[in-house]
C-alpha cells in the first residue's frame, strides 16, 4: 500500500472516531481529545496514536491506575489554574514569534527548548513545539497488584538510602515489585520510586540502538551500533522468572551492552550488576577486545562515556542509574508543578522526529516537535563528595509514570552542562515500555549524542538468558 493511501485511511480513522456518538466519561477525556486533535491535524501519527488508545483494554487499565492514585494527569491540569491556556491547547505552536507572549512559559517549557527555539544557529534547531493532548500514563497490571499489595506505611528509607520492609529488610529485594512510594513525601521516598520504576518492565533488549556522537551542524562524528540488555533481578512479577533470580543474591538489576559496529571496537562488552545495598558496591566489568583483556571498574568508572565521543556516561544510562547512597548525595524534592515534554508515543511515532543518523531533529516537513504537558515532581540530587562529574542533577520525574520528562545535569562550577530528553516507546494496551529516541546536550560544547532503538518485543526479549549478564560469556557472541 502506498504511502499516501495510508495517510488518506489513518486520516479517515481519526475522523470516524472523532464522530463517533456517546457521551466519554471524565476517565475517558484524554482518549477523546486525542480522537478530536487527530481529526484536526490531519497527521497520519497522530490518528494512529488516537486508534490505539481507543480500545476497552487501555480504558480498563487507565482506569485501575487512576483510582489507585486518585489523579490523573487531566484532572492535576484541571484543578491548576495558573497554566497558561496556549499550552493547554492541543494544536497551538509554540515558535520563536511568539514564545515571549506566553505568560509564563519559563515555568513550564525549560531554557534549553527556548533556546532551540530562538537560535540562529543549526544545533539541535527547531522551527516549533506542537501541543498535544496530555496523555495517561501507567505501569503494567502486574506492578499495580504489586503495590496495591502492601500495606500502606510497609517501606521506609534508611540512613544510608535504602529502602527497608516493614521488618528491616531490604525492600528492594522483599517488596515483591512494589513500587515503595506512590505519594512521595519527600526527596529520599521518591528517589525509590523513581529507581523502582526500573525501565518499565521486567526484560529490555534494543537490537540494536544506535549512538551518535554529534556535532555543532548536526553532523555525524562517529556512531556505534549496540545490542542493549536490561533484566530487573528482584521483585520481578511481569516476566518469568518471577520473584528473585537464583544466582544473583543481593542484586537489584543488571545492565549490558555489546557494541557490534565500527570494526575498530566491535565487541567492547561492558556489564554492571547493581546490588540493593548502598553498602555493597556494583560490579562493573568491562571487556576491551583490543587487549583481550576484561577490566574490573569501580563505582567512579561510571562517569566515564560509555563510548568515545558521547556526552551520555555509565551513569546516565535510563537517565539516571548512579547507586543511591545518602552519604554521597542528597535527594531533595524541591517543588512540583507541570513541564511540557516529549510524549511517549514511539509505539506509534518519534515525536522528537529524529533523523536516520540520529543527529538531526525536528526533520519534519515543517521542522515541529510534539510536546505535551506534563505533571511532575522536581527532584534534585546534589553531590556532597565535590568529587562527581555532576554538582547537580534537576530531574522532572512523572507523576503517573515515576520516570523522567526531562534532567539537567550541572557542571562542578554549578553551571549547566548537559540535558537529556526521550521519547519512551510506551505500550497503553499493556503499560510496559521501553524507548523510541533521546538525546544528551551539552549546552556549553554544543555537541549532543542521539540515540535511535529498536525495541525487540518478541522472542529474543522473551527469551533472553542470564549469560547476557556474564561478562566471559557476553564478549563472545558475534
Known sequence: MKKATIK???????????????????????????????????????????????????????????????????????????????????????????????????????????????????????????????????????????????PSGYFSIDELGNVRDSEGGLGTLTGDGALPFISPKNGDELNATFVAHGVGLDDLFFDPVTMTACGASNNV???????????????????????????????????????????????????????????????????????????????????????????????????????TDKRAFDYNLVGEGFVLALPEVGAEYDPLAMADDACGIATSDDGIIDMELRPVWLLEIDDKTGNYQYSKRRIYLDKELYYTQFEEMYDRNGELWRVWDDSRWWEPETGRAQWKSLFVGNVISNRHSGLLFEPNWGDGRANMSNSLFDIDQLRDRR
Open 8 to 150: 488518506a485511511s489513518l486520516i479517515a480513522i481519526a475522523s470516524a472516531i472523532a464522530a463517533m456518538g456517546g457521551v466519554a466519561t471524565a476517565q475517558d477525556s484524554w482518549i477523546e481529545n486525542w480522537k478530536t486533535f487527530a481529526a484536526e491535524s490531519g497527521k497520519p501519527e497522530h490518528a494512529a496514536w488516537a486508534a490505539r488508545i481507543d480500545t476497552d483494554e487501555v480504558r480498563s487499565l487507565a482506569g485501575e491506575w487512576e483510582k489507585y492514585r486518585g489523579y490523573t494527569a487531566s484532572s492535576l491540569i484541571a484543578e491548576a489554574s495558573d497554566i497558561p491556556d496556549q499550552l493547554k491547547t492541543p494544536g497551538f505552536v509554540i515558535n520563536a514569534e511568539n514564545v515571549d507572549s506566553i505568560p509564563g512559559v519559563e515555568n513550564y517549557l525549560p531554557s534549553f527548548w527556548i533556546d532551540r527555539l530562538k537560535s540562529d544557529k543549526p544545533w539541535l534547531k527547531i522551527q516549533g513545539i506542537r501541543i498535544v493532548p496530555s496523555n495517561h500514563y501507567y505501569m503494567h497490571k502486574a506492578r499495580l497488584d504489586a503495590t496495591k499489595a502492601k
Open 221 to 323: 562524528e562517529r556512531s556505534y551500533g549496540v545490542e542493549l540488555w536490561w533484566r530487573r533481578m528482584a521483585g520481578r512479577v511481569g516476566d518469568e522468572p518471577f520473584g528473585n533470580v537464583d544466582g544473583f543474591e543481593g542484586v537489584q538489576e543488571v545492565g549490558s551492552l555489546l557494541i557490534k559496529s565500527p570494526r575498530d571496537v566491535r565487541g567492547l562488552a561492558g556489564v554492571r550488576k547493581r546490588y540493593a545495598d548502598a553498602e555493597v558496591e556494583d560490579d562493573f566489568k568491562l571487556f576491551i577486545p583490543t587487549l583481550r583483556r576484561t577490566r574490573q571498574l569501580s563505582g567512579t568508572n561510571g562517569q566515564d562515556p560509555i563510548a568515545a565521543g558521547l556526552e551520555v556516561t555509565w551513569d546516565d544510562w535510563r537517565s539516571y542509574w548512579t547507586k
